[in-house]
């Protein structure tokens, strides 16, 4: 990784390492494929967990009363599920039989909408997505979920013909177009889908750490005349930290659309 | 002043121009279409975040194989 860092007098600009978080409890580490890897719990492992308990504890708290006329935490409870069950459920799996996985959506949207948030939340401020264990976990989870899904609804072999055999299509082009379909939506889908979260809050991240640092750099480190670009470069820190929140919505809002996606797909009526 | 460094970004820089313009072009046809046909809105929405997604995905590859490479 060496070879990404760009030095200018002095100037260390931050890196893929700056993601290496040293462990909260435990310690150690030990070789995997040649690398150092940390043996103990880091922070992105708490944030996990912290997510999963707030989620399940702010929506067990609004659904508990169930009142005809909803009180605060109740109305805004009701709203988040009618959104996630309307607009990524019923709109793309259809009203024959969205209501199945609406809880699965539900519940995927707000953790990873909370994983992100936590990149803004102060003394937090860690994407727990960043590090790209984690979105594979989830993006392993979504692929069983609709493999397993068509295969249910189609057979075995049924559902590798309607994934992987386009309609309408006959002659010698199948040689070609049979592989490349396969490959598409049975082996690529899930990379894309784990490396569009990691990179998105990766990115984001570390350009936030580049105006925060090389901001301080400029107003501390530099001469006096450099000053100014500094204030600027920290005033564009907190103008792209409103886009990121733009960004870590649309990101867990694509995740969970896409989720949806593939789900209809494997349950699509062979044409 | 000197620089030293990779010129994988450079490069993934010029590969980054492609998707960009790929999303602009979504999104303009996303923007026309609910202009002349506003009910239609709900149903433009995801099929051009779809669009947009698969779009990017071009990029993070990208972004991917800069690191990587």
């Known amino acids: 990784m060496s070879s990404l860092i760009v030095r200018s007098e002095g100037f260390t600009p931050p890196g893929p390492a700056d993601f290496d978080l040293p462990a909260v409890f435990g310690g150690g580490s030990f070789d995997f494929l040649g690398q150092a890897q940390v043996a103990g719990v880091t922070k992105p492992m708490l944030q996990v967990v912290l997510a999963a308990v707030i989620v399940f504890v702010v929506f067990y708290l609004a659904q508990r009363k169930r009142a005809m006329v909803p009180g605060r935490l109740q ?3 009701e709203e988040a599920y009618g959104f996630v069950r309307n607009s990524l459920g019923r709109d793309i799996l259809g009203s024959h039989d969205f209501a199945r ?171 | 002043m000197e620089l030293t460094g990779s010129l994988n970004m450079v490069g993934y820089g010029l590969a980054a121009i492609g998707p960009g313009i790929g999303i602009g072009l979504i999104f303009a046809a996303y923007i026309s279409g609910v202009a002349r046909q506003p009910e239609a809105q709900s149903r433009l929405q995801s099929i051009a975040i779809l669009g947009f997604a698969l779009a990017e995905a071009l990029a993070i590859i990208g972004i991917a194989l800069a690191f990587v490479i």
């Open chain 1, 101 to 271: 996985f609406v809880p699965y959506l539900f519940a995927l949207f707000f953790f990873i909408l909370l994983n992100n948030l936590f990149a803004t939340i102060p003394f937090i401020q860690f994407p727990t997505f960043s590090r790209s264990g984690m979105v594979y976990g989830l993006a392993a989870m979504s692929w069983v979920i609709y493999n397993a899904v068509g295969i249910q609804k189609h057979g075995f072999v049924g559902y590798f013909k309607l994934q992987s055999v386009p309609a309408g299509v006959t002659g010698p082009i199948l040689l070609l177009l049979i592989p490349l379909e396969f490959l598409s939506n049975i082996l690529v889908r899930p990379v894309t889908l784990a490396l569009r979260l990691f990179a998105n809050m990766f990115a984001g991240h570390l350009l936030l750490i580049l105006f925060a640092l090389g901001g301080e750099y400029l107003v501390f480190e530099m001469s006096l005349a450099y000053a100014p670009v500094g204030v600027l470069a920290w005033i564009l820190f907190i103008a792209v930290a409103f886009l990121e929140i733009l960004i870590q919505f649309l990101q867990a809002y694509v995740f969970v659309l896409l989720n949806a996606m593939y789900i209809q797909g494997a349950l699509a009526d062979e044409h």
């Open chain 1, 75 to 77: 109305y805004v409870g």
